[in-house]
Every structure is written in C-alpha cells, then in structure tokens.
C-alpha cells in the first residue's frame, strides 16, 4: 500500500460527476470547455496529486492531431474537429472511457486521486472542489459527488462494524477460553475487563490526536487484547495454583509477581519494540498503528500490576470462588502483603 500510494501519487481515488442535461451533452464544444477550467483549477490545488477528466482527453488527442506543437495541449477550436474526435473514441471503444463519462454521453467525470489523508479532509477536498465547480457552472450543468461521498461513507461504516464485530469475538472467544482454563467466569471477566481498558485508552488517545480510523489501524484493538491478555494469564495462573495450595492472597501474588514479573516485562518489551518498527514508516495507517499499539501494550502491562494485583490481593476465596482448603483450615501466610513479600 505505501508503494502504492508513493509511486502512483495516492491511493484514494474518487469521481465528481458533471450531468450536461440531456444525452451527448457532454461533447458540447462550451460544455467541455468550462469542464476543462475547473479541471485545471482543482489540479492547481494542494491536495490532488492527479486529476482526470473526458475534457483532458480530448485536450491530448487534438496535441496529437497538431503534431504535438508548443501549446497545443488544448480543446480544438472547432465543434466539427471535435465531433471527429468523439467518433474516433466511439469507435475505439476504449474500456477506460467508462470512467470519464457515461454511455449515453450525458456526464462525465472529474477523476481525482490523492494520498492518504485522514477522512476528515477527504471529505472537506471534495465538498471545496464541488463548491469551486458549482461556481462557473453554465445553467443546465448539475455537479454532484453523492457517489463519491457516498462510498467513502460506506467504507467508514464497515470498518466501525468490522472493528465492533472482531473486539467483541475476541473478548467473547478470550474471556471463555480463561472461564474454561480457570474454571471461574468472574475471574475470567476480571481480567479481560482489565485489559480492555488499555484498549479504550488508545482509542481515545487516537480521536483525541486525531489519528483517522482505517482498514489498517481498525485492527489494533484485537490485536493488541489477544496479545496484552497473555501476561494477564501467566501471572493469574501463578496466583491461582498458589491460592489452591493454601497460600493467602497476598503471599500469592508475591509469589506470582516473582516467577512471572521479569518474564512479563521482558515479553511486553520486545512486542513494544516490534510495533514500533511499522510506528518508524512513513505510510500514515503503518505509522499509527504500531504507535496505537506500542502505547496501549504498555498500558495493560501497567494494569497487570496495579488494578489487576489490587483485585487479587482483595479476594478471599479460592479463584473458583470456593474454599478448598481442606476442613477448612486457614490459608497460610508468609507475609502481610504483596510489596512486602516481594522485599
């Protein structure tokens, strides 16, 4: 996609349509000609990084019937050389025409490609180039990007669905997985609750940087859950097996926090340091998303050792939520709390 957009000037691509009123309209000699300002005034603004139109074809085939001459780059003068050209394209037959007017030759299209840019300003170039195309419209010329807008819109609606949908697979998938492995459906809630907030974290932290919401970046949040639950799940596995030895929630957690702590941060470190390989290119959605990702693993790597350890030291049942002590013996405590175990 980076090459994509790099080489050929943009990957976003959308069509203004220019309806003339009537069928072949659009080879009206002053039809075209006011088509072809309004394509040089949107290709001399910043944004577009290219601009097509049916005018601009027909301004290159008249640069080739005059032997391509110094200026000729242009409409020809005539409606009869032009209605030459028009049968010429007609009995081509060229694919590509489809995409520059319709068949019955009563619009064409302004093709604009940019580089990406968040949807935001997408939406406000096309608004301020149908407002500039709008302005020198000859009567009858009705100028519209409903299309256009319309699949941009479509496309935002099914990333906010396909964002929804795989975050709540995972924490649904994740959360009876840990219900299973623990045997404790409030223990498994717990957790995955804990690591979800990292997650919103990050995702408020993009709308306030207002970093767009793409195809790309829409995949941080399961990654990241699927990934940041797993120190989650070793260090609450650790406490469960000591918990059901006898040991006290305090003790238990020392003990957890001193087989699992190193290998805990070490493993969030090195998935840090490869998120932020895509966070160091230059393609924006590559760039956001190993940002969004490094800064919310670090977040849940902090809630494993303050809500979720506070939440642990508070319990008083076993993690299946049952005492299996036998005959009901107290648990055993080498220490009055986690900190002071772990010194």
Not at 34 to 58: C, F, I, K, M, N
Not at 175 to 193: E, F, M
Not at 242 to 259: I, K, T
Not at 307 to 335: C, K
Request: net charge neutral.
């Amino acid at each position: 996609i980076e090459a994509l957009d790099r080489v050929y000037g943009g990957i976003n691509v959308v069509q203004i349509e220019f309806d003339a009123g009537r069928a072949g309209g659009i080879n009206d000699l002053g039809f075209l000609r006011y088509l072809e300002t309004v394509h040089r005034q949107v290709a001399a603004l910043p944004e577009p990084s290219g601009v097509y139109s049916y005018a601009s074809l027909l301004a290159m085939m008249n640069q080739i019937w005059e032997g391509e001459a110094p200026g000729s780059l242009h409409l020809p003068e005539s409606q009869m050389l032009l209605g030459v050209f028009v049968l010429a394209l007609k009995s081509a037959n060229y694919p590509f025409l489809s995409a520059l007017a319709d068949d019955s030759q009563r619009t064409a299209y302004l093709v604009v490609r940019t580089s990406d840019m968040p949807a935001r300003d997408y939406l406000a170039m096309i608004e301020r180039i149908v407002a500039l195309a709008r302005e020198g419209a000859p009567g009858a010329v009705k100028v519209s990007a409903a299309a256009g807008l319309h699949s941009i819109l479509e496309a935002d609606q099914r990333i906010l669905r396909s964002q929804t949908r795989s975050l709540w697979l995972t924490l649904g998938c994740v959360c009876l997985a840990l219900a299973l492995l623990w045997r404790s459906l409030r223990l498994a809630a717990w957790v995955v609750g804990v690591n979800l907030l990292p997650v919103l974290l990050a995702g408020s932290t993009a709308a306030l940087l207002g970093i767009p919401l793409n195809s790309v970046t829409v995949m941080v949040a399961a990654t990241v859950l699927g990934l940041a639950v797993d120190d989650s799940i070793h260090l609450v596995t650790r406490w469960r097996s000591a918990r059901l030895a006898g040991r006290a929630p305090n003790p238990a957690l020392a003990e957890a926090f001193r087989s699992k702590a190193r290998p805990v941060v070490w493993t969030t470190v090195i998935l840090v340091a490869v998120f932020l390989l895509p966070g160091a290119s230059s393609f924006p959605p590559a760039r956001h998303f190993g940002g969004l990702g490094a800064f919310a693993l670090v977040a849940a790597l902090a809630g494993v050792f303050l809500p979720l350890g506070s939440r642990l030291t508070a319990s008083e049942t076993t993690p299946s939520g049952r005492d299996l002590r036998p005959n009901g013996t107290p648990p055993v405590d080498t220490g009055g709390s986690a900190v002071s175990s772990l010194e």
